[in-house]
């Protein structure tokens, strides 16, 4: 049999494809992110720069009825731009709403879309400019199949949480299948991060302890992912520091612009970590119980978070350790084994601390919900950067601690 060069060629160019280079990683971030206190002043200038002419602004309907979104629309217009105002996400995005959503930026011919709010609208403006043009199912969408779009995106975050602002990655709603689905590629990166602590002075206490322990969450699960890489670890390394510092003093008294400025870059910090470097089992669970029982998402990772650092600890104590140096509760002549469980501690005795709740009792859910719940976050893309492999059945195991309120034995 002879092969021809061109053959030969083509072979060689698939075998190069498929090579993975030793310890390299790709690492994706908005091309401008814009930060300070009252910085949405100068939002029309940087969309001119992008080359925005109209703007399809995509707002939280209670920012938007609270005036949160009055800044930004006197700067677009100010600056020459035009302005159509999409003002319809209540609660967590899903698949109708987007559907709206698409509607009104066809109607509109905006070509930037930017989204205002907290993780619910800034998801929601992440996918109506990305995947307007798919039609089949959100679960059919291919992971990372996203790699472009026809108009530019930004985001400004009004909470600091869920790093939407900074991440290749939205979760919506499938109200056929009554699941969260988590949509992710290059195209979902916003163009601009735009993070002004000022937006976010008159957020609830409540509301600034769950986002605050949505971005813990995001920090040291990316922190102790296996597909982290050396910069992601260490934007989540330092999110970490800066959070534990600034998110009482947050939730105790959110009129503090300098904790507020802390906790928003906080966020950003952990949205890059963790858009580079995935996350974990304790998202994978929380975006069926989140679906489920309508458990907000920060509220669902605080619950979840201290169980499945314990059951993660047999493969990545190392790792953990180094999360107790981060969160201040390792002392000189600890073991690796003691901070680590030092670190578990800290993160239970935290989400106590900010009023969140420890246990899944009163939620709605039984005991028969398990397999199905357990089933589902198997599928969960999240799940691909957990530290330690995992079962069915042991995510019904932790569920069953979860329920009851009790860490496992050595962590109580």
Not at 120 to 138: H, M, W
Not at 207 to 215: C, E, L, R, S, V
Not at 337 to 348: G, N, S, W, Y
Request: aromatic share 6%.
């Amino acid at each position: 049999m002879t092969v021809s060069s061109n053959e030969i060629a083509s072979i060689v160019q698939q075998t190069l494809q498929q090579y993975q280079p030793y310890r390299g990683f790709t690492f994706r971030s908005p091309s401008i992110t814009v930060t300070g206190g009252h910085c949405v002043n100068q939002l029309g200038e940087v969309l001119n720069e992008l080359g925005a002419t109209h703007v399809l602004l995509v707002a939280d309907k209670v920012v938007h009825q609270l005036g949160l979104t009055k800044g930004c629309e006197t700067a677009i217009t100010f600056a020459g731009l035009g302005l159509t105002v999409f003002s319809d996400v209540d609660g967590e995005p899903d698949s109708t709403l987007i559907a709206h959503g698409q509607t009104c930026l066809e109607q509109s011919n905006a070509d930037f879309v930017l989204g205002i709010g907290g993780g619910s609208a800034l998801d929601a403006a992440k996918a109506i400019a990305v995947i307007g043009d798919y039609r089949g199912p959100l679960t059919q969408l291919k992971v990372g199949g996203i790699a472009s779009r026809r108009v530019g995106l930004g985001a400004i975050p009004t909470t600091a949480g869920t790093g939407s602002e900074v991440t290749d990655i939205t979760v919506i709603k499938d109200i056929t299948l009554d699941i969260k689905v988590p949509v992710k590629g290059p195209a979902l990166v916003p163009d601009l991060a735009l993070l002004d602590p000022a937006l976010m002075l008159n957020v609830p206490a409540g509301i600034t302890a769950a986002t605050g322990i949505d971005t813990l969450t995001h920090a040291i699960e990316s922190y102790v992912s296996r597909l982290s890489n050396p910069l992601s670890k260490a934007y989540a390394y330092h999110s970490i520091e800066t959070l534990i510092k600034a998110l009482p003093i947050a939730v105790g008294y959110g009129h503090d612009m300098d904790k507020r400025y802390d906790m928003a870059v906080a966020a950003y910090k952990a949205g890059l970590a963790f858009s580079n470097a995935g996350l974990g089992l304790t998202h994978a669970i929380a975006h069926q119980i989140g679906a489920r029982y309508h458990l907000a998402h920060g509220v669902a990772n605080a619950i979840l978070l201290p169980y499945v650092m314990a059951f993660n600890a047999l493969s990545c104590e190392a790792g953990y350790a180094e999360v107790a140096n981060a969160l201040g509760v390792s002392r000189e002549g600890m073991t690796s084994r003691e901070k680590c469980r030092a670190a578990i501690l800290a993160v239970r005795q935290l989400v106590m601390d900010l009023g969140l709740p420890t246990s899944l009792t009163g939620v709605g859910m039984t005991e028969s919900d398990f397999p199905q719940l357990a089933e589902q976050a198997m599928k969960d893309i999240c799940l691909q950067g957990n530290p330690r492999q995992v079962t069915p059945s042991q995510i019904i195991t932790l569920l069953k601690q979860v329920m009851g309120g009790q860490l496992p034995e050595g962590y109580c």
